[in-house]
């Protein structure tokens, strides 16, 4: 059995959502990781979920990526361990340096809860490049990835651009918060490390309407096996 | 000392109050006092208009586990948990200060579910603003969904439901009602009551700063020009901290720690304590000295009449004041000890060593004024009640009007700003008839709607609040729930006008009818009076929020078609009220007429049990109620969701307007693929069973007389609140 850490900051909020998915995936154990603690409990991969970490009152995940947990994570993630951020999780990623590029406010400036549709481009611990389209649920008002310019290509030439918003048949962009080049999230060039706005801790369960999740959590279950 | 008569009203009080106040306590008050009666006796928190009216509602039943009076009331779900739910006004913050305004209206419904000892799973809000003309209400409907949006979102609770309407009466008093659901053990809700003499009273949370203070008593009066003024009675609300006391006081609750727990909501401090003390039987001394202060020079009166948000008051069982304040550090959160129970039913305060109050509990709470305002029924409504002689000469344009007009249109904007899928267990979120969510960690699905017509209330207040609940009834049965309990937020003008206070009284008998007849009893709620300005009164709203619990295993239907290919029928009697109070007609001659439809009480209830049935057996696929636009709005909402369309023919008379957009209660559209007619029409036994025609093709056609898009339908309905609310049209300067 393969341990899961889920970290929790103050103020997430999809922290027991997370455990949950990871839990009901086979081969995977969620473990419970606390802000204030360095110590990883010697788990196989790290999630750093959704929420509003410290009220994201400064910039999205400025605070928590300072907390003694991600001192550790950062150590584990330069060694090759697994980490998935969502949403919070992955603007923490970002501004921890471990992924590049930042989140910025929405095109509209306003919060969006809807479905997408994302596209996969590159095989990780945590997607697999045949994984096709995916549905899966946002809620961010933070959610405008943006690079820059002169690192842009680059990324997207080394498949770091890892999901990106599409029409449902997959043939075009269809971006909901004016992220650069329709990106959903990305990963750092090994690939042990991504992140994305979407949740697929929400979509694990035919009766949310959606079980695309699954996938991410399957593959990483598959990756430590 | 004496006080000037200014001095009195400003606190909120009449001359009468001060000098029924004096006389109670043997002597004139001090000015901190003076201040705490004034919150404590103000219509927000005394209920004095309305307590001879709410002593009628319906609120008991074998499911109630705890009714109204504490800070929320709970309902038996199985498995020996509680839904833990209430709903709560917060109308006159948000039009002063939308964002903050509505945001802290959330915090506030969050904290009284949380003070139980229930997580919360489940929001919802109520809103209503004035005409779209009006220059304040794209301002106020901008800040208001993002400070909901903003609360909700970062505490981490879905926003799962709500509705939302615009009329002239509120052009300069919106209503935000705000619906909290949680979640608690029967066995471990926690009351807000203090017992035990010399048992510490511990205040937890924010720090207390001066904002809010007076928000009882400014929520309890009319606007006027100076309202603008009252910013500073507005609260601040920090969603975040919310979250960290939630988790903070979840985390205690687990041990056995408390006696009781209150949250500091409406009068601060002041109120929560002298509450927490009148239910326990006890008096309190508190040392203001204590209390954590968020800036210099803070005086008694403020300590007492400040509503910071984010704070609580607890009493503790002996010795565990350590335990309290390690937990609350866990989540860098202060716990003061601030005073301590004692037994002679006197609620003292002290600052810098010296006694500031001394007041009687009974007096504030129990001794409150009450009145029983006079009522009686305003000659102007018979005149209203007639309805103009209007034709229908185009339904398809009438139609078209209506989807886009501001209470026909589509929601999707609001509800695209709320986080609805937090949680992971939504399973019907926005946009249906009814929510439903998965209570965690069990099989139990909930349902939970708020609604409230209130065109059709203010045109026969006992008739419409019956459909109130009659309507919240409905769409419960059409996600496959049985009625559990209710909630209720009295929203109205001033009781000292008697044609209020007769809609007031009306409200709450046909309420009190409808929750019988429904087996919703009432378990919690407020009462928001003196909605009102410039002398104009709001529309009698009695907003209702209701929650039921699906069978275990059933499919939640949708309410829209998914394909083509589907027979489609009406269920329930053919319209025969035509126009009267209807949507359409207020829309067509440019005022509210004619009266609200009755309600059939045993139609209906056979109606919601054929509706349940058929979902439980899995015989339709598709179901929505039939209400406000009439069964033309209710087909097209159906058909334009997967943009699907439909020839039928509808039930009813010759009148084309009552057939097509009366507003009859007692039909569901359901639709279904497999089935077959005559198994349907047994399973709905005496209720009649109508078929209207088959999903298919592209357009929406109707009786021969409405055949339209259902692409150009469902864009222009999409559209148009966002248009609206963005302003998309306007140049900027």
């Known amino acids: 059995m393969a341990r899961v850490g889920v970290v929790t900051f103050p103020g997430s909020n999809c922290d027991a959502d997370m455990r949950r998915a990871v839990q009901e995936t086979d081969g995977l154990e969620a473990v419970a990781l606390w802000h204030k603690e360095a110590d990883l409990q010697g788990v196989d991969a790290v999630i750093l979920p959704g929420g509003f970490s410290y009220g994201d009152y400064l910039r999205c995940g400025a605070m928590a990526r300072l907390s003694p947990v991600m001192q550790a994570v950062t150590e584990f993630a330069n060694a090759g361990g697994p980490v998935l951020g969502v949403c919070n999780g992955f603007q923490i990623l970002c501004e921890a340096g471990l992924l590049p590029g930042a989140l910025v406010r929405n095109r509209d400036l306003r919060f969006v809860c809807d479905r997408v549709r994302v596209v996969v481009s590159r095989t990780t611990p945590f997607t697999n490049v045949s994984d096709g389209v995916l549905t899966l649920p946002i809620a961010h008002g933070e959610g405008c990835w943006v690079a820059d310019p002169s690192q842009l290509q680059a990324l997207d030439d080394a498949g770091q651009l890892l999901f990106r918003y599409v029409t449902e048949d997959g043939t075009r962009g269809d971006n909901p918060n004016g992220s650069l080049r329709d990106v959903a999230g990305v990963c750092n060039a090994q690939g042990n490390v991504v992140g994305l706005m979407p949740h697929p801790e929400r979509a694990c369960r035919p009766a949310l309407k959606g079980i695309d999740g699954q996938l991410f959590f399957a593959h990483l279950a598959r990756s430590l096996a | 000392m004496s006080f000037s008569d200014d001095v009195i009203r400003a606190q909120g009080l009449t001359l009468d109050e001060y000098a029924q106040a004096v006389e109670g306590l043997g002597r004139v008050p001090t000015w901190a006092e003076l201040g705490v009666i004034g919150a404590m006796w103000s219509e927000h928190c005394s209920y004095k208009s309305s307590r001879v009216h709410l002593a009628r509602l319906h609120t008991t039943g074998p499911q109630v586990a705890v009714g109204p009076g504490e800070n929320a009331g709970a309902v038996r779900i199985g498995q020996g948990l509680c839904a833990v739910f209430k709903m709560e006004s917060h109308n006159h913050p948000s039009y002063i200060e939308p964002y903050q305004g509505a945001a802290t209206g959330v915090g506030g419904i969050l904290r009284d579910v949380f003070t139980m000892g229930a997580r919360p799973i489940a929001a919802m809000n109520a809103l209503r603003f004035g005409r779209w003309e009006h220059p304040k209400t794209r301002h106020l409907l901008n800040g208001v969904v993002a400070g909901i949006g903003g609360y909700g979102n970062c505490f981490g609770v879905p926003t799962v439901g709500g509705n939302l309407s615009f009329h002239t009466a509120y052009d300069g008093n919106c209503l935000v009602n705000a619906f909290a659901l949680g979640i608690a053990a029967e066995d471990r809700i926690f009351l807000g009551t203090a017992s035990g003499v010399g048992n510490p009273v511990v205040y937890v949370g924010a720090k207390t700063g001066r904002d809010g203070i007076h928000g009882a008593t400014m929520a309890s009066d009319v606007f006027d020009d100076a309202t603008a003024d009252n910013r500073p009675t507005v609260q601040v609300g920090d969603p975040f901290r919310e979250k960290l006391l939630l988790e903070a006081c979840l985390e205690l609750m687990q041990e056995d720690c408390i006696v009781g727990i209150q949250d500091m909501g409406a009068a ?71 005073g301590h129970v004692t037994d002679d039913s006197v609620w003292r305060c002290t600052w810098h060593g010296d006694e500031v109050c001394a007041l009687p509990v009974g007096l504030l709470a129990d001794d409150a004024p009450k009145y029983h305002r006079p009522c009686e029924r305003p000659e102007s409504l018979a005149a209203m009640q007639v309805v103009p002689d209007v034709r229908c000469s185009d339904p398809g344009a009438d139609l078209l009007a209506l989807l886009t007009s501001p209470d026909g249109c589509h929601r999707g904007w609001v509800w695209r700003q709320y986080d609805h899928e937090v949680g992971a267990g939504t399973v019907a979120g926005p946009g249906g008839d009814a929510a439903v969510v998965e209570v965690p960690g069990t099989d139990i699905r909930l ?287």
């Open chain 2, 447 to 733: 349902a939970m709607t708020v609604d409230c017509t209130a065109r059709h209330v203010l045109l026969e207040p006992k008739v419409g609040a019956l459909g109130v609940i009659a309507e919240a009834a409905r769409n419960l049965a059409c996600v496959g729930a049985t009625p559990l309990a209710a909630t209720d937020c009295l929203n109205f003008g001033s009781p000292e006008r008697t044609d209020v206070a007769w809609q007031l009284s009306e409200s709450v008998d046909g309420l009190t009818i409808g929750c019988k007849a429904f087996d919703l009893p009432i378990i919690s709620g407020n009462v928001s009076l003196y909605n009102a300005s410039a002398g104009s009164a709001i529309l009698p709203t009695p907003m209702v929020g209701a929650v039921g619990k699906l069978a275990p295993g059933v499919v939640v239907p949708r309410s829209a078609f998914p394909r083509a290919g589907m027979t489609v029928a009406v269920l329930g009697r053919p319209p025969s009220h035509g126009v009267g109070a209807s949507l359409w007609l207020t829309h067509t001659v440019g005022r509210d007429a004619g009266t609200p439809p009755p309600v059939d009480l045993s139609a209906e209830n056979a109606l919601h049990a054929a509706v349940r049935a058929l979902i439980a057996q899995e015989m339709v696929s598709t179901v929505h109620d039939v209400f406000e636009g009439g069964i033309a709005v209710a087909l097209a909402e159906c058909c334009m969701a997967e943009t699907v369309g439909l020839v039928g023919t509808t039930p009813g008379s010759e009148d084309v307007a009552g057939r097509l957009f009366g507003e009859d209660h007692g039909r569901v559209i359901v639709a279904w693929e497999h089935s077959d007619d005559a198994a349907i029409r047994r399973v709905c036994g005496d209720v009649p069973v109508h078929v209207i025609g088959t999903t298919g093709g592209d357009h929406l056609a109707l009786d021969g007389v409405v055949n339209v898009r259902v692409s150009a339908l469902r864009v222009a309905h999409r559209n148009a609140l966002k248009t609206f609310a963005e302003d998309v049209h306007a140049v900027s300067g």
């Open chain 2, 268 to 338: 601060g401090l002041t109120s929560a304590s002298v509450e927490m003390a009148s239910r326990g039987g006890t008096g309190l001394v508190l040392n203001l000295d204590c209390v954590p202060a968020r800036e210099s020079g803070m005086t008694p009166y403020d300590f007492l009449l400040s509503e910071s948000q984010e704070r609580m008051l607890l009493v503790a069982k002996p010795g565990m004041e350590p335990r309290v304040a390690e937990v609350f550090a866990k989540w860098d959160l202060d716990a003061v000890v601030i």
